[in-house]
Nanobody, 126 residues
Framework: QVQLVESGGRLVQAGGSLRLSCATS????????LGWFRQAPGKEREFVAT????????YYGHSVEGRFTISRDNGKKLVYLQMNSLNADDTAVYYC???????????????????WGQGTQVTVSS
């Protein structure tokens, strides 16, 4: 069983930057593909970014590509989401997630992730 805990969400002004962290426990961290998703009020959960188990591959949602960067530290069992040039549309609860099958690739689809954190709120003021 893998547990994930996000942190780093807060109120930030438009144009600013923020780094989210996700601490994990259980399982073998280095073997899991990880992802970040977000959900704004009244909207469906949206794919943000994913990183493969070996960190060789990263993919981003269209709305964040070029502004956000996903990374992982296998030694510390952490996954990060660096967010730059934030705007009001980035306001949401951000979730990190882990795939269940070791050595799988990253995925755009929330259904492919077995483990989820509780989320951290990011609010961007315009």
């Amino acid at each position: 069983q893998v547990q994930l805990v996000e942190s780093g969400g807060r109120l930030v002004q438009a144009g600013g930057s923020l780094r989210l962290s996700c601490a994990t426990s259980g399982g073998t961290f280095s073997t899991y593909a990880l992802g970040w998703f977000r959900q704004a009020p009244g909207k469906e959960r949206e794919f943000v970014a994913t990183i493969s188990w070996g960190a060789g591959s990263t993919y981003y949602g269209h709305s964040v590509e070029g502004r956000f960067t996903i990374s992982r530290d296998n030694g510390k069992k952490l996954v990060y989401l660096q967010m730059n040039s934030l705007n009001a549309d980035d306001t949401a609860v951000y979730y990190c997630a882990a795939r269940e099958t070791p050595y799988s690739s990253g995925s755009y689809y929330s259904k492919d992730y077995a483990y989820w954190g509780q989320g951290t709120q990011v609010t961007v003021s315009s």
